[in-house]
């Protein structure tokens, strides 16, 4: 048996069959939805309000193969990438844990994953940081939290990049342009479209 976890690479077929058991992935999502690279971020991201892990049969596809097994668990509001990444990485090996002897003696039956309500996470990029303040500040504090602690979130200032580690929102002033600058209780505050991101 081969077991993946949080591996960069699509596995050749010839290897794919190598094992008896075949090669099983645990995912850190719940199949379909998000498949590919980045799918902790990807959830956080777009506001899921749970996520989870996923035990599958590897095939050619990409996250695509049959599902053993399946636990969730909630996002909370503070939640970033790591520390939902900690958090899934003991649930997916206690998943496994639980999951390997009823596989191996043959008592699981794998589902197919459905094609409805598939959703696909690309690798991240050191762009995908970039808080665009053109978007509401909603998005942009998700982004915050979804980008650390890789790539991370910025934005340009006097020319140079300025990395935002924390983030919360407030309704904004009115009249301020998306960028603007300002203070909010003694905390640096920048206008989006739609509020403002402390």
């Known amino acids: 048996l081969i077991v993946v976890a949080a591996f960069g690479q699509i596995l050749k077929k010839d290897v794919l069959e ?3 058991y075949g090669c099983i992935n645990v995912h850190a999502s719940l199949l379909p939805r998000w498949r590919g690279a980045a799918p902790i971020n990807a959830a956080i991201l777009h506001g899921d309000e749970e996520t989870g892990v996923t035990i599958m049969q590897m095939d050619v596809g990409l996250d695509t193969g049959p599902m053993l097994a399946k636990k969730s668990m909630r996002i909370k509001p503070d939640d970033t990438a790591g520390s939902v990444s900690q958090a899934l990485s003991t649930l997916g090996a206690d998943l496994l844990i639980e999951t390997l002897p009823d596989y191996l003696a043959g008592n699981l039956t794998a589902t197919s994953q459905p094609e409805d309500g598939s959703t696909y996470a690309p690798m991240l990029k050191k762009t995908d940081g970039l808080l665009d303040f053109t978007q509401p500040a909603v998005d942009l504090e998700r982004r915050v939290r979804a980008m650390n602690p ?21 309704s904004g002033e009115k009249g301020l342009a998306s960028g603007s600058r300002f203070t909010v209780e003694g905390r640096p505050a920048v206008q989006s479209s739609e509020g403002a991101l402390v």
């Open 18 to 20: 190598m094992p008896r």
């Open 150 to 170: 890789w790539p991370g979130a910025w934005f340009e200032w006097n020319g140079n990049p300025l990395k935002v580690l924390r983030a919360s929102t407030v």
